[in-house]
């Protein structure tokens, strides 16, 4: 009767089914930050997975735990202990035969003579001595005993290169059982022979499986299964061998012709590992390693599957750089890194894996005509609102106040209330409207509605001014070169946000001006690598500005220039560059010039110096002074801040009854940034324009 096949389970390999989703938010923060520092998004995402999080570990701390583990392997084991355990059963047979042949009050003093000659002059080397003794007649049953155990030990390690477990399954295996793996050994070489041939079928499989199926309890389910891990094995098996020294590769050979007591074993495992060699050719079959010295002395089965380790680690080594073609976290072989690392490891890397995949397919990256990930629209307002909470942090910070929430679509309350109307979206009053109520059922027992629509009042709020607001970025040289690059960006996407989410009346338009000046999209100027053209060519920024307010007339004109240097270029009329430093006259009177167009237009302008140039901060309060505008110096960190509370500053000073200016003034400007952001209109405090 045939044998039924066991079911192969695997460890649920799903994750916790309870487990909070990844939590993208530290992720984006630090890809949005790499981006800005001129990285694709592709790079960004990949290096976040390498540094890993601040309570996760990276890529690289996994790679360096392995690094760790194959350094402990190879320090830890030593390849002889086949040999040292032979030779622990040579000399213990060796000694019990002396002390019989000693004792023996009968034998022949000439014999007695000749076997103690014998014995005293085994040669050193542990194989030519067993092979020595091949013929000796014991005299000692229990010398006898330990000299077999030297067949049945090499037996059983032989085989346990190739089948693990085999050397504690076969421990005083009988003569049967001895058969039974003879004839295992030559029903696989004649399938595998068969099926290199291509002439097996799935139905010989089936058959040897239900024959030798005890032999391998990994349970394979087809013969590419079996190939898989037995050439993995025995390409272990072979690595081992040739990380051996001459001496101790001799000696084994040698001694692998008494396994059993006869050479048929170790011409069936030749005959395997040629098999297994040709249909699996792309393991590594020479490959050696410098094992450490006077360590643990592994047996052949016992240090193949040392070998075994060094593979996967190497595997997990190469999945965990991902820098081959086509990587992906998918990659990582979760059980085997659990394996080698423990569940704490696998853990992590599953976190992420699910990290990427939630990138990819979560719409934080998109793909574009060109093939190249970028950071989607989506991912750009949450990283905008990071940062705008960031900033907000920063003003409430700096001010010491509570935070303030106000409310209503159209401005600030006005504390007059109205009835509602259709189309109304200003807040409820709650107390006038409830009030109204019962009054109305004391007026009307028989009215039994709680609310009706006439009892609702709003809150009125004063009209907005809308602003028109040109947001000039210094992109020279410099900027790149002193560290200001990033910053500048956070700064832009941080005030594009705050517009875009709730000022969206406003006009925001942002203007990056290098040796020539452009206007950007918040996407491009994100992305937008370091220049290092030289030249400053504020002219032509405000050229652009200028348009921009024109096609506002209605509009607040509101002017915000980062800069940390003075004009280097400006654009001829012929709209060829022209550059020079020091700057020129003509670079200077052109860029003034068109500073006061901007003063004609009513623009509110305020200037945010970086770096401590004196020269420089002379020359930017002259420019301030003339147009009555502001100079900030703000340090980096604080660059955000500036920016968005002059914005918020030059909205209020337009509005009806707002406060005017933002607590700057050019005569007396901050050099370090702190101060009254916003000035006494938005009062310092984490106010309603931030998202929470």
Same mark, same amino acid.
């Given at each position: 009767?045939?044998?039924?096949?066991?079911?192969?389970?695997?460890?649920? /390999?799903?994750?916790?089914?309870?487990?909070?989703?990844?939590?993208?938010?530290?992720?984006? !923060?630090?890809?949005?930050?790499?981006?800005?520092?001129?990285?694709?998004?592709?790079?960004?995402?990949?290096?976040?997975?390498?540094?890993?999080?601040?309570?996760?570990?990276?890529?690289?701390?996994? $790679?360096?735990?392995?690094?760790?583990?194959?350094?402990?392997?190879?320090?830890?084991?030593?390849?002889?202990?086949?040999?040292?355990?032979?030779?622990?059963?040579?000399?213990?047979?060796?000694?019990?035969?002396?002390?019989?042949?000693?004792?023996?009050?009968?034998?022949?003093?000439?014999?007695?003579?000749?076997?103690?000659?014998?014995?005293?002059?085994?040669?050193?080397?542990?194989?030519?001595?067993?092979?020595?003794?091949?013929?000796? !007649?014991?005299?000692?049953?229990?010398?006898?005993?330990?000299?077999?155990?030297?067949?049945?030990?090499?037996?059983?390690?032989?085989?346990?290169?190739?089948?693990?477990?085999?050397?504690?399954?076969?421990?005083?295996?009988?003569?049967? !059982?001895?058969? $039974?793996?003879?004839?295992?050994?030559?029903?696989?070489?004649?399938?595998?022979?068969?099926?290199?041939?291509?002439? /097996?079928?799935?139905?010989?499989?089936?058959?040897?499986?239900?024959?030798?199926?005890?032999?391998?309890?990994?349970?394979?389910?087809?013969?590419?299964?079996?190939?898989?891990?037995?050439?993995?094995? $025995?390409?272990?098996?072979?690595?081992?061998?040739?990380?051996?020294?001459?001496?101790?590769?001799?000696?084994?050979?040698?001694?692998?012709?008494?396994?059993?007591?006869?050479?048929?074993?170790?011409?069936?495992?030749?005959?395997?590992?040629?098999?297994?060699?040709?249909?699996?050719?792309?393991?590594?079959?020479?490959?050696?390693?410098?094992?450490?010295?006077?360590?643990?002395?592994?047996?052949?089965?016992?240090?193949?599957?040392?070998?075994?380790?060094?593979?996967?680690?190497?595997?997990?080594?190469?999945?965990?750089?991902?820098?081959?073609?086509?990587?992906?976290?998918?990659?990582?072989?979760?059980?085997?890194?659990?394996?080698?690392?423990?569940?704490?490891?696998?853990?992590?890397?599953?976190?992420?894996?699910?990290?990427?995949?939630?990138?990819?397919?979560?719409?934080?990256?998109?793909?574009?005509?060109?093939?190249?990930?970028?950071?989607?629209?989506?991912?750009?307002?949450?990283?905008?609102?990071?940062?705008?909470?960031?900033? %907000?942090?920063?003003?409430?910070?700096?001010?010491?106040?509570?935070?303030?929430?106000?409310?209503?679509?159209?401005?600030?309350?006005?504390?007059?209330?109205?009835?509602?109307?259709?189309?109304?979206?200003?807040?409820? !009053?709650?107390?006038?409207?409830?009030?109204?109520?019962?009054?109305?059922?004391?007026?009307?027992?028989?009215?039994?509605?709680?609310?009706?629509?006439?009892?609702?009042?709003?809150?009125?709020?004063?009209?907005?001014?809308?602003?028109?607001?040109?947001?000039?970025?210094?992109?020279?040289?410099?900027?790149?070169?002193?560290?200001?690059?990033?910053?500048?960006?956070?700064?832009?996407?941080?005030?594009?946000?705050?517009?875009?989410?709730?000022?969206?009346?406003?006009?925001?338009?942002?203007? %990056?001006?290098?040796?020539?000046?452009?206007?950007?999209?918040?996407?491009?100027?994100?992305?937008?690598?370091?220049?290092?053209?030289?030249?400053?060519?504020?002219?032509?920024?405000?050229?652009?500005?200028?348009?921009?307010?024109?096609?506002?007339?209605?509009?607040?004109?509101?002017?915000?220039?980062?800069?940390?240097?003075?004009?280097?270029?400006?654009?001829?009329?012929?709209?060829?560059?022209?550059?020079?430093?020091?700057?020129?006259?003509?670079?200077?009177?052109?860029?003034?010039?068109?500073?006061?167009?901007?003063?004609?237009?009513?623009?509110?302008?305020?200037?945010?110096?970086?770096?401590?140039?004196?020269?420089?901060?002379?020359?930017?309060?002259?420019?301030?002074?003339?147009?009555?505008?502001?100079?900030?110096?703000?340090?980096?960190?604080?660059?955000?801040? %500036?920016?968005?509370?002059?914005?918020?500053?030059?909205?209020? %000073?337009?509005?009806?009854?707002?406060?005017?200016?933002?607590?700057?003034?050019?005569?007396?400007?901050?050099?370090?940034?702190?101060?009254?952001?916003?000035?006494?209109?938005?009062?310092?405090?984490?106010?309603?324009?931030?998202?929470?």
């Amino acid at each position: 009767m045939a044998k039924t096949r066991a079911s192969r389970f695997k460890k649920y /390999d799903g994750g916790d089914p309870l487990a909070a989703p990844v939590d993208l938010a530290e992720a984006l !923060d630090a890809i949005g930050e790499d981006v800005m520092a001129g990285y694709s998004p592709e790079r960004a995402m990949r290096e976040f997975l390498r540094r890993g999080g601040r309570d996760q570990q990276g890529l690289d701390d996994l $790679a360096r735990k392995i690094a760790e583990r194959r350094r402990e392997l190879l320090q830890k084991h030593d390849l002889d202990g086949t040999l040292q355990e032979i030779r622990e059963l040579l000399d213990q047979a060796v000694l019990e035969e002396r002390k019989q042949v000693a004792r023996d009050a009968m034998m022949d003093e000439g014999d007695r003579a000749l076997r103690e000659m014998q014995l005293e002059n085994l040669s050193p080397n542990t194989a030519a001595a067993v092979s020595e003794l091949g013929e000796y !007649d014991w005299q000692s049953t229990q010398a006898r005993a330990d000299f077999e155990k030297i067949k049945d030990l090499l037996g059983r390690e032989l085989l346990d290169q190739r089948f693990a477990g085999m050397k504690q399954a076969l421990e005083n295996a009988t003569d049967e !059982d001895r058969a $039974a793996i003879n004839e295992m050994l030559s029903d696989l070489n004649e399938m595998l022979e068969k099926h290199s041939r291509g002439e /097996d079928t799935p139905e010989d499989f089936e058959r040897f499986m239900d024959k030798h199926g005890d032999f391998f309890p990994e349970n394979p389910q087809d013969i590419d299964e079996l190939l898989d891990a037995m050439a993995q094995r $025995a390409a272990a098996a072979q690595r081992m061998m040739n990380s051996m020294s001459p001496e101790q590769r001799q000696q084994l050979m040698e001694l692998s012709q008494q396994a059993f007591g006869s050479p048929q074993l170790m011409e069936s495992l030749a005959r395997l590992d040629a098999n297994l060699q040709g249909l699996r050719p792309g393991e590594d079959w020479g490959g050696s390693e410098q094992m450490g010295e006077g360590g643990e002395g592994v047996g052949l089965g016992d240090g193949t599957g040392v070998f075994q380790d060094l593979a996967d680690l190497d595997s997990l080594s190469e999945q965990l750089s991902q820098s081959y073609g086509g990587a992906r976290m998918d990659d990582l072989d979760l059980d085997k890194l659990a394996r080698q690392l423990g569940d704490e490891a696998a853990v992590d890397a599953r976190t992420l894996q699910q990290l990427e995949k939630a990138l990819r397919d979560g719409g934080t990256l998109k793909r574009g005509s060109d093939g190249q990930l970028k950071l989607s629209p989506k991912a750009m307002r949450q990283l905008g609102k990071a940062l705008l909470r960031d900033v %907000a942090d920063k003003m409430s910070g700096r001010q010491g106040q509570r935070d303030m929430h106000k409310a209503g679509a159209a401005g600030d309350r006005s504390g007059a209330t109205r009835e509602w109307a259709f189309g109304d979206t200003e807040p409820w !009053d709650l107390p006038r409207t409830v009030l109204n109520g019962v009054g109305r059922r004391a007026a009307d027992p028989s009215d039994s509605r709680l609310l009706a629509i006439d009892d609702v009042e709003v809150q009125e709020t004063e009209a907005r001014t809308q602003a028109c607001v040109a947001l000039l970025v210094d992109t020279s040289f410099s900027m790149a070169m002193d560290g200001r690059w990033v910053p500048m960006k956070r700064t832009a996407l941080a005030l594009h946000t705050l517009i875009k989410s709730r000022f969206r009346g406003d006009a925001l338009q942002l203007i %990056a001006f290098g040796r020539h000046a452009e206007v950007m999209d918040i996407e491009q100027l994100t992305a937008l690598d370091a220049m290092w053209d030289k030249g400053t060519n504020l002219h032509h920024g405000l050229l652009l500005a200028n348009r921009h307010f024109r096609k506002h007339p209605n509009a607040q004109p509101v002017l915000l220039i980062v800069t940390d240097g003075e004009p280097t270029s400006h654009l001829e009329s012929s709209g060829e560059v022209y550059f020079s430093y020091p700057p020129h006259p003509i670079t200077v009177a052109y860029a003034v010039r068109e500073l006061d167009n901007s003063r004609r237009m009513g623009a509110q302008t305020t200037f945010f110096r970086l770096g401590e140039d004196p020269g420089l901060a002379r020359f930017i309060e002259q420019m301030a002074r003339r147009v009555d505008g502001r100079m900030i110096s703000p340090e980096l960190d604080d660059l955000g801040a %500036a920016v968005v509370g002059s914005y918020l500053g030059s909205r209020d %000073a337009g509005r009806p009854g707002g406060v005017g200016g933002t607590g700057y003034d050019g005569m007396n400007p901050m050099r370090s940034g702190y101060g009254g952001y916003g000035g006494g209109w938005f009062g310092g405090g984490r106010g309603y324009w931030v998202d929470d």
